[in-house]
């Protein structure tokens, strides 16, 4: 099991708000910069937000990303059809010496 | 553009071993990690390690200690992923990645290689 949580879901109708929480401790979020991935059903990974809160040229800025102590969150604003998929939350662990990626979240749209 | 190719879809033995090519292009292959990953059916998303292909040097997650060989050719700008002691748990889409940025950033993935263990 992993050592950063998310809740396993959350929804919103389109134009909402949707926040996504990624919980962890001071050997991996309180220490080192959080990414956030989406994926698609049967597709790869898709960098979404690196360094806590930048984003990759073309992810569009209704997406944001924000960290404090030892959580980080994902915002997406405006929600949209097309934002149905999973997010992870991802950081390094410095007791691991391991990557360690978040439980996931399924985001619907309603 | 920039991208990494992946080889297909294998079909294995328990006990065996598999070994996942992952071919860049579009960029200099030297210069960026290359990270593995993996996701069984359902699941999320579990790293496994990193190879960096100008030195060679990698890093193996604790768990695949001992199982996994990260390994590359630079003259064809391929990174490999060679799994031993294939189990039954071990099916899943294994997917390499870029470290574009830095921290664990992987801003280029694979297309993912599907790897089925049975019998």
């Known amino acids: 099991q992993s050592v950063v949580t998310q809740p396993p879901s959350a929804s919103g109708t389109p134009g909402q708000r949707v926040t996504i929480s990624c919980s962890g401790s001071?050997?991996?979020?309180?220490?080192?910069?959080v990414n956030w991935y989406q994926q698609f059903q049967g597709l790869a990974p898709k960098l979404l937000i690196h360094n806590n809160n930048q984003r990759p040229s073309g992810v569009p800025d209704r997406f944001s990303g924000s960290k404090s102590g030892t959580s980080a969150s994902l915002a997406i604003s405006g929600l949209q059809s097309e934002d149905e998929a999973d997010y992870y939350c991802?950081?390094?662990?410095?007791?691991?010496?391991?990557?360690?990626f978040g439980t996931g979240t399924k985001v619907t749209v309603l | 553009q920039v991208q990494l190719v992946q080889s297909g879809a294998e079909v294995m033995k328990p006990g065996a071993s598999v070994k996942v090519s992952c071919r860049a292009s579009?960029?200099?292959?030297?210069?960026?990690?290359i990270h593995w990953m993996r996701q069984a059916p359902g699941q999320g998303l579990q790293w496994m390690g990193w190879?960096?292909?100008?030195?060679?040097?990698?890093n193996y997650a604790q768990k695949f200690q001992g199982r996994v060989t990260l390994t590359r050719d630079t003259s064809s700008s391929t990174a490999y992923l060679e799994l031993s002691r294939l189990r039954s748990d071990d099916a899943a889409v294994y997917y390499c990645?870029?470290?574009?940025?830095?921290?664990?950033?992987?801003?280029?993935w694979g297309q993912g290689a599907m790897v089925t263990v049975s019998s």
């Open positions: 991802a950081s390094w662990d410095d007791s691991l010496d391991d990557y360690v």
């Open positions: 990645a870029r470290d574009g940025v830095s921290g664990g950033a992987f801003d280029v």
């Open positions: 001071s050997s991996n979020i309180g220490s080192n910069a």
């Open positions: 190879i960096f292909p100008k030195s060679g040097d990698t």
């Open positions: 579009g960029y200099t292959f030297t210069n960026y990690y």
